[in-house]
């Protein structure tokens, strides 16, 4: 029988992140990061084994799938967004795409880095599960992948309005698609904690649609 305290730990520390946020002065917290830090302590200084640590919390893992899904709004607001603003969305598309597998590819080539390296960073941009699936299938390396994902989805979360405000972007449309297209669901969840239902359906809109292209144009290139 698998122990359920991981699970349970997990979403105590997540929903006490959110009650310190409840505090003016605590507001900058950010829950995806804090419970992430939490966790990692008390599994280092407690010496326990994240392999039955991640055997209670995998709940947790399974449901990113749907939650990917779940974070928009409805499909009629999604559809009439995209028409509305179809330019600026399928360009936001490409150049999210291209951007992410281009720089992770130069980066690693600049470091000298194993080409299993280098695939394995490809996938940053995509949201965990899908990114795991895209390693696996192109000879990266799954763990690697899982830390760079949740890296750039946690500095997307921390620092994605931040950027956009410092370079005057003030689209709801731009900064959901920079925000899903950069750092898939956490970043997407950022949006969601400042109520912005613009924000959010075009953030959820790209980090599904990255996802299937990326996964479409590394397995084409890669499997052939």
């Known amino acids: 029988m698998i122990n359920p305290l991981g699970l349970i730990a997990t979403v105590v520390i997540y929903e006490f992140s959110l009650w310190l946020r409840k505090f003016p002065r605590l507001k900058f917290i950010n829950a995806n990061v804090f419970t992430g830090v939490i966790i990692i302590m008390i599994l280092y200084f407690l ?3 994240y392999t039955k640590y991640n055997e209670s919390a ?3 893992t399974l449901l990113l799938g749907p939650a990917t899904i779940a974070l928009g709004y409805p499909l009629s607001e999604n559809i009439d967004l995209l028409t509305k603003n179809k ?3 399928y360009t936001g598309f490409a150049v999210g795409v291209l951007t992410a597998l281009l720089t992770s590819y130069f980066i690693g080539k600049i470091f000298h880095s194993d080409w299993q390296i280098i695939v394995s960073l490809m996938p940053k941009s995509v949201t965990t599960p899908i990114a795991l699936e895209i390693s696996k299938a192109i000879g990266g390396i799954p763990e690697l992948t ?3 994902v949740a890296l750039t989805g946690i500095y ?3 620092f994605g309005h931040k950027l956009l405000k410092l ?3 003030k689209s709801d449309i731009s900064i959901g698609l920079a925000i899903g ?3 898939h669901v956490l970043g997407t969840s950022s949006c969601i904690e400042k109520n912005r239902p613009k924000q959010v359906v075009m953030a959820t ?3 599904i649609v990255i996802g299937i292209i990326t996964t479409i144009i590394l397995v084409c290139a890669f499997l052939r």
């Open 167 to 169: 370079i005057h972007i």
């Open 58 to 60: 995998c709940f947790l």
């Open 146 to 148: 899982a830390c760079i």
């Open 181 to 183: 297209a950069a750092s």
């Open 205 to 207: 809109l790209a980090l």
């Open 156 to 158: 997307g979360a921390v």
């Open 47 to 49: 010496k326990i084994d």
């Open 87 to 89: 330019r600026a969305v």
